[in-house]
C-alpha cells in the first residue's frame, strides 16, 4: 500500500489580514502604476521602446491599459496566481499535461479573478469568508479532483526532490515558507512541489559548478555577496536561494513591472516588506534593502548606483525575448559582472515558437565559459540538461 503523505493545502497558509497587508498593498500598487508608466516614461526617455516594451511571448499576456488590480484577498495568494513556471499550484497541474483540465481550470481562475473589485457572489462567499483558503481547497477537490491528485502524485515528487538533494550539502536544500498560496506534499519538514525541485536543480548547478563556494567566500570577506536575477517571476527562487546564506545574499530583481507585482506580493509576505525596495523613476540613491526590484525600463537610469554583482541568475526567460533584447542584457550583465563573478544561465536555447537562442547570444559576448550538458556536473545531479556558467 502506498504511503500517505500529509498535504499542505491553500488552507495551511499563513495569511495576513487586510490590515497587516496594507504595507504590500502599497508597494505593488507602486509597482501597478509602473507598468501603466512604461510606455510614456520610455518615449519622453527617449529609449528604444524595442528593447524595454515586452517581446513578442509577452505581448499576448501584457496590456498596456491592465493589469491585475491585486486585492489584499489576492496577494494572501501570490504564488498560487503566478504561474511562470507553468505549474498551476491551484490545480496540481502542469499546462502542458494531461491533468490540466483547461476548462475546468479556466472557470475557476475567471471565477478567482473576477473578484479583484471586490463584488459577486464568489467574492462575498469566498473572500469574505473566515478562512477562503479552505473553501479554496474544497471547491478545488470537487471540481478538479486535486487533493487526490496530489496524494496520487506524492511520493513522485517526494522522490524527485530526494535525487535533487541527495549530492549537496543540506545547508542548501531550499525551502518553500507557508505562505502566499503555497501548496504542496510534506516531507522532512518541507513543502514539496514542482516549483522546488526545478529551484534546486538550479542551486545543484551553482553548487556543482562551484558559485555557491565563492559566494561563501566572499560574505566571508565582504560581509554580504549580490545577486542578480533577470526575469524574476515571483521572487520565490531569489527568496529561497538568499535563506541559504542567512540574509547575507542581497537580492536585485529586474522584470517587466507587471511580474514585479508578483515578487512584491511574494517577497512582503515571505520576508517582509520593510525588507523590500520598489525603485521608481527619478531617484537618486538605492537604499540597499536585502531585496532590490527594479522595472526593466529603469535600467539605464540606475547603471551607476548599482553595484557588481557576485551571481547573475536567469532560468528559461531571456529565449523569451527578441535577439536585441537579449543582447542588451547581456552586455548590462558583463558590464556589471564582478570580477570574479559568474552569470549562469539555466537551459537558453529556443525551445518554442518564438523563442530565440539565448545561448548563442550570450557566447558572442562572453569569452570565457563553461558549457554543461547533460544530468549531471561534478557529481551533482541536474534535472536541466543545459547550464551554461560566463566569467569576466
Known amino acids: ?226 545577486y542578480m536575477e533577470i526575469g524574476s517571476g515571483s521572487g520565490a527562487f531569489a527568496f529561497a536561494l538568499s535563506q541559504c546564506f542567512g540574509g547575507a545574499l542581497r537580492v536585485c530583481l529586474i522584470d517587466l513591472p507587471q511580474s514585479l507585482c508578483s515578487a512584491v506580493g511574494y517577497l512582503g509576505l515571505a520576508a517582509g516588506i520593510e525588507a523590500v525596495e520598489v525603485v521608481g523613476p527619478g531617484q537618486d540613491r538605492i537604499a540597499g534593502k536585502p531585496y532590490t526590484l527594479i522595472a526593466n525600463y529603469l535600467l539605464p537610469h540606475y547603471d551607476g548606483l548599482l553595484p557588481k554583482f557576485d551571481v547573475v541568475h536567469n532560468a528559461i526567460s531571456l529565449n523569451e525575448m527578441t535577439a536585441a533584447q537579449v543582447d542588451y542584457y547581456g552586455r548590462f550583465i558583463k558590464a556589471h559582472l564582478a570580477e570574479a563573478g559568474v552569470f549562469h544561465l539555466a537551459q537558453g536555447e529556443s525551445y518554442n515558437d518564438g523563442h530565440v537562442n539565448a545561448l548563442e547570444i550570450m557566447n558572442s559576448i562572453f569569452d570565457k565559459k563553461d558549457i554543461v550538458r547533460g544530468n549531471e556536473l561534478n557529481g551533482v545531479r541536474l534535472q536541466e540538461d543545459l547550464n551554461t556558467f560566463y566569467f569576466l
Not at 112 to 117: I, L, S
Not at 142 to 161: I, K, N
Not at 180 to 187: L, N, Q, R, S
Request: glycine share 6%.
Open 1 to 226: 500500500m502506498a504511503e500517505a503523505y500529509r498535504m499542505h493545502r491553500l488552507a495551511d497558509n499563513q495569511t495576513l489580514s487586510d490590515a497587516d497587508c496594507a504595507g504590500i498593498k502599497s508597494a505593488v500598487e507602486f509597482a501597478r502604476q509602473l507598468h501603466f508608466q512604461a510606455g510614456r516614461h520610455i518615449a519622453e526617455s527617449g529609449l528604444d521602446s524595442s528593447l524595454f516594451l515586452p517581446g513578442p511571448v509577452w505581448q499576448e499576456f501584457v496590456k498596456a491599459d491592465y493589469t491585475f488590480a491585486w486585492p489584499e484577498f489576492h496577494i494572501n495568494l501570490t504564488r498560487a496566481l503566478s504561474t511562470f513556471s507553468g505549474f498551476h499550484l491551484f490545480v496540481w497541474a502542469h499546462c502542458s499535461s494531461r491533468w490540466y483540465d483547461a476548462e475546468k481550470a479556466t472557470a475557476f481562475y475567471d471565477k478567482v479573478f473576477e473578484a479583484e473589485n471586490k463584488t459577486g457572489d464568489f467574492y462575498e462567499t469566498v473572500f469574505c469568508a473566515a478562512n477562503p483558503g479552505a473553501l479554496l481547497d474544497k471547491i478545488l477537490d470537487d471540481d478538479l479532483d486535486v487533493g487526490a491528485r496530489m496524494q496520487m502524485s506524492a511520493s513522485t515528487f517526494v522522490e524527485g526532490w530526494e535525487r535533487m538533494v541527495a549530492s549537496v550539502p543540506e545547508k542548501y536544500w531550499l525551502t518553500l515558507p507557508p505562505v502566499a498560496g503555497e501548496v504542496g506534499i510534506i516531507h522532512r519538514n518541507r513543502i514539496i512541489n514542482h516549483d522546488l525541485i526545478g529551484y534546486q536543480t538550479r542551486v545543484n548547478a551553482l553548487y556543482g559548478a562551484g558559485v555557491l563556494d565563492r559566494i561563501e567566500d566572499t560574505i566571508a570577506r565582504h560581509g554580504h555577496a549580490t
